[in-house]
């Protein structure tokens, strides 16, 4: 068990594992914590769930822990005794005395089954003690059904089990006794009604034979149907402070639980409920869909999240990355920051160039300028990093002293100490990918340091590299193409030598061999 997750669930029946495997495909870190207990823990088999029908409660619980488990979800075998707020967290704290962070809830507790105070109830329940005609009626068809009263709507329910048999007992134990309309319709469906409280069950070896009335008759049954109270176990959620509510059906309460709006958020923002918590008539069928449902609604959530997260780190690393700060760090976390080659559009463009004075702009680790200086050229590197700078003439010492003799490392930020103007026979500017704005302004500043006669070369990645695994920074708005700097030049001043995209092989981190596109711009001042 780590010690955070993306997402704790709590309690590991139908709703719970729908929850947790929609969350573990989505990729999120899961973790299911169960005691074990499930409601339907009596059953021989679960009922009306396309597909699974018949199956034993147990064996969908077991095939749905190895689904998660084969996407990453993780279980721990505890109950969550406490959840507190931490931060923007949750703090789950575990009957063993551990503890687990989450960034988001899923409680899909269930709930309890309050059974009347009668004898044997409680020892038959889900064998021949029922409550859900859609779960167990086809079980039972055609056999001798009881009904026990706890309430109002006992009526109700003898006339829907007779759907699945004719002969079907109303147990009124205490209720009044029918009149009017109501025993006409329980008449005419043929229904009986028993008057007088049940003191207990009548079982023959493990079956139910009948009910035993407080007079001492024994009323012949195969099953005994009653409707117990529904009531959420929501203990977990206290600390919380999300109290059940009562439910209502036919306007008499027949349970209680936690209130939350159609995808499972409750009024604690990143605490959703699913399954019987927060319906107690669902069935497994919907509770696994209501836990697919929440489990959708929270990856959305927290979608939002990390893509809020995301922007505070985009806006700061758009406002630092081309500082000098930034820069440094970059290039003392690495011994080498770039391939020590010279860049290849320079290398076309300036091999056949009459040597002159150049200005590398962003000179880095001084590959482009070593590369030049070996040419015949007098260089000046700029750069805005130290680190780069000393990397650089430590490089061009070993390329010779006449190589090293004929480069200026010059630490300097461009933007606010533009270059001499007319000074260069080549600027170069590779890759220099600021934003919209600042690079205009730098371009502008650039191609005002060419002399004339002299030639300008500006090479980016092109927009396109977005689009590729090259994971390259994804700034979009930093990214150019050549003909928008071209647009920039003045006709009557430059001559555009060229202004297009060039293709160029490379390998993405992953180590496939992908094609990417430099932004190249050959202009000669008049």
Same mark, same amino acid.
């Given at each position: 068990m780590r010690e955070s997750y993306d997402v704790v669930v709590i309690g590991g029946g139908a709703a719970g594992l729908g929850g947790a495997l929609t969350l573990a495909r989505a990729r999120r870190s899961v973790l299911v914590v169960d005691a074990g207990q499930p409601r339907n823990a009596p059953a021989?088999?679960?009922?009306?769930?396309?597909? =699974? !029908?018949?199956?034993?409660?147990?064996?969908?619980?077991?095939?749905g822990r190895d689904e998660i488990s084969r996407y990453g979800g993780e279980f721990v075998a505890a109950t969550a005794e406490d959840v507190r707020?931490?931060?923007? +967290?949750?703090?789950?704290?575990?009957? +063993?005395? =551990?503890?687990?962070?989450?960034?988001?809830?899923?409680?899909?507790?269930?709930?309890? +089954?309050?059974?009347?105070?009668?004898?044997?109830?409680?020892?038959?329940?889900?064998?021949?003690?029922?409550?859900?005609?859609?779960?167990?009626?086809?079980?039972v068809r055609d056999q001798r059904i009881g009904v026990l009263a706890t309430g109002p709507l006992a009526v109700h329910q003898a006339q829907l089990w007779r759907q699945w048999s004719r002969h079907v007992t109303l147990l009124l134990h205490g209720?009044?006794?029918?009149?009017?309309?109501?025993?006409? =319709?329980?008449?005419?469906?043929?229904?009986?009604?028993?008057?007088?409280?049940?003191?207990?069950?009548?079982?023959?070896?493990?079956?139910?034979?009948?009910?035993?009335?407080?007079?001492?008759?024994?009323?012949?049954?195969?099953?005994?149907?009653?409707?117990?109270?529904?009531?959420?176990?929501?203990?977990?959620?206290?600390?919380?402070?999300?109290?059940?509510? !009562?439910?209502?059906?036919?306007?008499?309460?027949?349970?209680?639980?936690?209130?939350?709006?159609?995808?499972?958020?409750?009024?604690?923002?990143?605490?959703?409920?699913?399954g019987n918590v927060a319906d107690v008539r669902a069935q497994v069928i919907t509770a696994a869909a209501a836990g697919l449902n929440a489990a959708a609604a929270i990856n959305a959530d927290l979608i939002a999240a990390d893509t809020d997260d995301a922007v505070v780190r985009y806006r700061h690393d758009a406002h630092r990355m081309f500082e000098r700060a930034a820069w440094e760090e970059r290039y003392q976390a690495r011994p080498a920051l770039w391939s020590g080659r010279p860049n290849p559009q320079l290398v076309t463009e300036a091999a056949e160039l009459a040597p002159g004075r150049a200005l590398d702009v962003g000179c880095g680790e001084g590959a482009d300028a070593i590369w030049l200086a070996e040419r015949g050229w007098q260089v000046t590197g700029v750069d805005i990093a130290e680190t780069a700078l000393r990397r650089a003439a430590d490089h061009a010492a070993a390329a010779g002293a006449d190589v090293a003799g004929r480069i200026t490392w010059t630490r300097a930020d461009l933007r606010e100490q533009p270059p001499a103007a007319g000074r260069y026979d080549?600027?170069?500017?590779?890759?220099?990918?600021?934003?919209?704005?600042?690079?205009?302004?730098?371009?502008?500043?650039?191609? !005002?340091?060419?002399?004339?006669?002299?030639?300008?070369?500006i090479v980016g990645h092109h927009p396109s590299d977005l689009r590729t695994s090259a994971h390259r920074q994804h700034f979009p !708005?930093?990214?150019?193409?050549?003909?928008?700097?071209?647009?920039?030049?003045?006709?009557?001043?430059?001559?555009?030598?060229?202004?297009?995209?060039?293709?160029?092989?490379?390998? +993405?981190p992953d180590g496939r061999d992908i094609t990417i596109h430099d932004a190249v711009l050959v202009a000669r001042r008049r």
């Open positions: 021989g088999q679960l009922h009306n769930y396309l597909g =699974r !029908d018949g199956t034993p409660p147990a064996q969908l619980l077991a095939d707020r931490d931060g923007d +967290d949750f703090l789950v704290r575990l009957d +063993d005395g =551990r503890a687990v962070r989450a960034r988001r809830l899923l409680v899909t507790t269930g709930l309890v +089954d309050e059974l009347p105070d009668v004898p044997g109830l409680a020892e038959r329940w889900g064998h021949d003690v029922l409550h859900c005609p859609y779960c167990h009626g086809w079980e209720l009044a006794k029918p009149e009017g309309e109501e025993a006409e =319709r329980l008449a005419a469906r043929g229904i009986a009604v028993v008057d007088g409280p049940v003191a207990g069950l009548a079982v023959t070896g493990d079956a139910l034979t009948g009910v035993r009335l407080a007079s001492g008759e024994v009323v012949d049954l195969d099953a005994v149907v009653v409707a117990a109270r529904l009531t959420a176990r929501s203990g977990v959620l206290n600390s919380l402070g999300l109290k059940p509510v !009562d439910v209502e059906l036919g306007g008499h309460v027949v349970g209680a639980q936690i209130p939350a709006d159609a995808t499972g958020a409750t009024a604690v923002p990143g605490v959703w409920v699913a080549l600027v170069s500017a590779q890759f220099m990918q600021l934003p919209p704005d600042a690079r205009r302004a730098l371009f502008a500043r650039l191609a !005002d340091a060419v002399a004339p006669g002299g030639t300008l070369l !708005d930093m990214m150019f193409t050549a003909e928008e700097v071209a647009a920039s030049l003045d006709p009557g001043q430059w001559q555009v030598g060229a202004a297009e995209t060039r293709p160029r092989a490379a390998v +993405d």
